[in-house]
């Protein structure tokens, strides 16, 4: 595979390299989101998953502030509870597959249960939000690419913003943010999958503040389930707050449009 990306790589220098001014973006992003595995482009209409999450090993992570319940709570009522979760292209569904009112009499009003559909929820549709080619401009925008020390750097202009990405020669998406303004930045990490590149970390800024030790810090492993790269393994760190959430999806089914 690494001789196929050098000889794009190469194709791609000597487009750009000398590019100083505005270029039709046509060509090059459709190379650059060719490159990228986006299931819901294809044929994936939702994924379905258990939700596998260990509590105790969770609480030994993270400070425990005593409104999710006792041990034995945790234990007894808390843990047994199956979480699953759908996810389609547009959203993030977790379930307990309680009714709300089941779910306001576990202990401390289902605080436990709340907090792990959040972890969920958020990770999961910031996954939506940043793999495939999520974070790419549309094939009809007009960009600017020049080459960088790590590959290339591609500029454009969303409203009043300019935006700039930065790419390794590879394709892989390693940033993007508002130039000028590094508060307002996320890193992403890529690696090459059968399908196409998949994100496997995804780093922005607490309340739109990226700064060292105020990131949100998102990684992914993933399964292959019916032919598509779905995640499987996904942590959460907060750095503000030394909080961390591990889960894995596990028993998952997919639907597909024919």
């Not at 595995?37 to 939700?51: I, W, Y």
């Not at 974070?135 to 600017?144: A, D, E, F, G, I």
């Not at 739109?208 to 499987?232: A, C, I, M, S, W």
Request: hydrophobic share 35%; net charge negative; aromatic share 8%.
């Amino acid at each position: 595979m690494r001789p196929f990306y050098s000889t794009l790589a190469l194709s791609l220098c000597s487009t750009f390299c000398h590019a100083q001014t505005a270029v039709n973006g046509v060509p090059v992003l459709n190379q650059i989101r060719a490159k990228y595995d986006a299931p819901f482009e294809r044929n994936l209409q939702s994924f379905t998953c258990a939700v596998e999450f260990n509590w105790k090993q969770h609480f030994t992570e993270v400070v425990r502030l005593g409104d999710e319940g006792t041990d034995e709570e945790i234990a007894k009522v808390i843990q047994p509870i199956s979480t699953r979760v759908t996810v389609t292209r547009q959203n993030t569904a977790v379930s307990s597959g309680m009714t709300e009112d089941e779910e306001r009499k576990l202990p401390h009003g289902g605080m436990a249960e709340g907090l792990l559909k959040h972890a969920v929820q958020y990770s999961l549709n910031n996954w939506l939000a940043a793999s495939g080619t999520a974070l790419l401009p549309l094939p009809n925008t007009s960009v600017h690419v020049e080459p960088s020390a790590s590959g290339y750097k591609l500029g454009l202009r969303i409203q009043t913003f300019d935006v700039e990405m930065l790419f390794t020669r590879d394709l892989g998406l390693q940033s993007e943010g508002v130039k000028g303004s590094p508060s307002d930045t996320r890193e992403t990490d890529f690696r090459p999958g059968p399908q196409g590149f998949l994100l496997t970390s995804f780093r922005q800024g607490e309340d739109g503040d990226f700064r060292p030790g105020n990131k949100v810090v998102l990684t992914y492993t993933y399964q292959n389930v019916g032919g598509f790269q779905l995640p499987e393994q996904v942590a959460i760190n907060r750095e503000s707050h030394n909080e961390n959430w591990h889960y894995k999806l596990t028993n998952c089914s997919v639907q597909t449009v024919k």
